[in-house]
């Protein structure tokens, strides 16, 4: 499904921090992430932060926002299938977890660029991709 406007691009992500948030509240039941805990506590706290973030500037920018449609941009390169959190080994939840943070790392520098023409709006969402970045380079040293 292509993303073709400012709302479009926003609701996305929002739908991605919904499902990191689900994701990573699963992974915190699982005993054999024990030792990651506190790890997926952050980027599940982070997950709501970036909402929040994206909630606001939504809020702040619908008035400025450009009806131009937005091309060549769609939903699915940016899909993860991340289920399951609470019943699978600690080496495959961390799998999923460099490649849900990947994707979504590459979904809001992706997105910033397509909402150049809304500088804070792309400073919003470079700011929730730098999260996923620091979860990224967090993940690569467990």
């Not at 991605?16 to 689900?22: G, P």
Request: with cysteine.
């Amino acid at each position: 499904m292509p993303l073709i406007n400012f709302g479009g691009v926003l609701s996305f992500a929002m739908e991605l921090e919904d499902q990191s948030k689900a994701f990573y509240a699963q992974v915190l039941q699982n005993p054999a992430c024990a030792d990651i805990k506190d790890m997926m506590e952050q980027f599940n706290a982070d997950a709501g932060k970036n909402t929040k973030l994206l909630q606001l500037t939504r809020r702040e920018n619908v008035s400025e926002m450009i009806l131009e449609a937005i091309d060549n941009f769609g939903r699915a390169p940016f899909q993860v299938k991340c289920d399951g959190g609470n019943s699978r080994n600690r080496s495959e939840t961390l799998a999923i977890a460099k490649k849900l943070e990947k994707t979504c790392e590459s979904y809001y520098r992706q997105a910033a660029i397509k909402m150049g023409g809304l500088p804070e709006v792309a400073r919003a969402l470079k700011f929730a991709g730098k999260r996923r970045t620091d979860h990224c380079l967090a993940l690569n040293e467990v």
